[in-house]
Every structure is written in structure tokens, then in C-alpha cells.
């Protein structure tokens, strides 16, 4: 059986994928970007292929996506972060439906149709405030680790609202709020309220929503709001924080596919068998 692998070369994180030609997912990673993107991808790529049980040689072939894409030498081929993000979530539900991704530095709104085929998009602002780097800065306001967020605003007991838009202007707001005495708890689902703002305010979100990204898949409380501030059913699908990657895999599948499937026509057009 072929193997393929999808790598995501996001500003935040690298994820990669391994799948096999059933398109079944053997392995992924995910690491931190930094400031050598090329070597981010290296070490995602290699622990993948570990947690898959398969080695380089294996892979028939490695397609890129997201911000990095074009400084991965050993990608085939490349797709746009769109496309990866709706062609992922495709082959786990059925659509027409909308796809909610919310990364480090950006957030995106992509509709598809019944077949899968993207009919609009919509990216957030040029701020970190729909992001999951905003709540990276509420958490080190809040003086607690990204990955505590959750389980302290599980604790909330008052409604409160950060108004600002800005990230920073929302950290100052945030502390002014500290000062007055209001409770971490509360604060922390403030910050979620905040993110799930920007995320409405992006486009129209009924119908099937299926939230994607490493806020969704870190932070279920963002998925709880999604559903009840959205008209309609909120599919989380596997390997959220890894769909983009996964999109790229499938694309080296689709792509080595139809590769193999002209090499035959063409073979079958010279009589050969």
C-alpha cells in the first residue's frame, strides 16, 4: 500500500500527517514554528513518520500548506491553506457546511458545498483578537500556563466582557479588571467570549459548523459557545488542530492518483498493458 504525508507550515505551529492510500490517518505532529520554518517541518515530519511506523522511503508523496509552504524543500507539491483546511474536513463530514478554523495568528471562514467545493471564504482581521494567540496573552496576564485557560474558566461565576478589539488594548482592559478585583475565573471565560465575538461578527454561521484549529482542540469551551451562539449542528471532526495537514496529505494522494491514472491511459493509447 502507498503511504502519503501533509505538512502545515503555520506561523504558531508545524503539523504533519500520515496517511495510507485508504486515507486512513497513521501518525501526525505538531511543533513550534519558530523562527526556522524549514527545520519545523523536518522535526514534525520525522515524528509522524515515527508515530506512523513508517520511514521516508515509504512515502510516495509529501504535499505542503498554510503560511510556510514554499520553505519545505522535500514538499512535492503545495496547496493553499483554504483549500487544505476544506478538502480535511470534506472527507470527514458530508457537507454543504461551514468550516470554523481558529490558528495562532489567524482565524478563517470557509464554505463548502454538498461535494466539498469551497463557495466563499473569510479571513479575520489583521489582529491577534480572533486567535489563539490572544488567549496565549490572557493566560500570561492571568500569570497561569495556555493550557490551564480552559479549566479555569470552567469556574466562572459573573458575566463579564472584554469590549476591545485590539489584543493589546484587551490586555490593558484585563488588567484594569484585575485591579478591580474581578476573579480569574471569571476573566478567563471573558477572553473565550471575546474570541468567540470576532468569530460571529466574521460571516453568518448556520447549518452544519465544523470548528477546526488548536484553540478548538485545546479549548472545548470554545466549541461550546460555537454551538450555542451558532443556528445549527457543531461537528468537532478527528485531528482538529492537524486538518490542514491532513488536507495536504489527501491532496498528494488525489495528485499521485491522477498521475497514475493518466500513465495508464496513456499506456492503454500505445496498446501496451
Not at 478567563?188 to 468569530?199: C, G
Request: glycine residues 10%; aromatic residues 6%; charged residues 20%.
Amino acid at each position: 500500500m502507498p503511504y502519503y504525508a501533509g505538512l502545515d507550515s503555520g506561523s504558531w505551529t508545524t503539523k504533519a500527517v500520515v496517511i495510507d492510500g485508504d486515507c486512513e490517518v497513521l501518525g501526525t505532529a505538531v511543533t513550534r514554528s519558530g523562527a526556522d520554518l524549514t527545520a519545523a517541518a523536518e522535526r514534525a515530519y520525522e515524528t509522524a513518520l515515527a508515530n506512523s511506523g513508517r520511514a521516508r522511503a515509504d512515502i510516495k508523496a509529501v504535499w505542503s500548506t498554510g503560511f510556510g509552504r514554499n520553505t519545505i524543500p522535500f514538499a512535492d507539491g503545495s496547496r493553499t491553506e483554504l483549500d487544505c483546511h476544506g478538502r480535511g474536513v470534506a472527507h470527514f463530514v458530508q457537507g454543504p457546511l461551514v468550516v470554523i478554523d481558529i490558528g495562532g495568528q489567524d482565524a478563517k471562514v470557509i464554505r463548502l458545498d454538498a461535494a466539498g467545493r469551497r463557495l466563499s471564504h473569510r479571513m479575520n482581521r489583521k489582529c491577534a483578537a480572533g486567535t489563539g494567540s490572544f488567549l496565549d496573552e490572557i493566560a500570561l496576564r492571568l500569570g497561569i500556563r495556555v493550557d490551564e485557560l480552559n479549566a479555569l474558566g470552567r469556574g466562572s461565576t459573573e458575566n463579564l466582557e472584554l469590549s476591545s478589539f485590539c489584543t493589546v488594548f484587551a490586555g490593558t482592559e484585563l488588567l484594569t479588571l484585575i485591579r478591580s478585583g474581578k476573579q480569574p475565573a471569571d476573566l478567563a471565560m471573558a477572553a473565550y467570549r471575546s474570541l468567540l465575538k470576532r468569530i460571529v461578527s466574521m460571516d453568518v454561521l448556520e447549518g452544519k459548523i465544523v470548528p477546526t484549529g488548536g484553540v478548538v482542540a485545546y479549548h472545548p469551551i470554545m466549541v461550546e459557545l460555537i454551538d450555542a451562539a451558532c443556528r445549527g449542528e457543531v461537528v468537532v471532526p478527528p485531528h482538529p488542530q492537524e486538518m490542514g495537514a491532513f488536507g495536504a496529505a489527501l491532496a498528494a494522494f488525489a495528485a499521485c492518483e491522477a498521475h497514475d491514472t493518466e500513465d495508464t491511459a496513456d499506456m492503454a493509447e500505445l496498446g501496451q498493458p
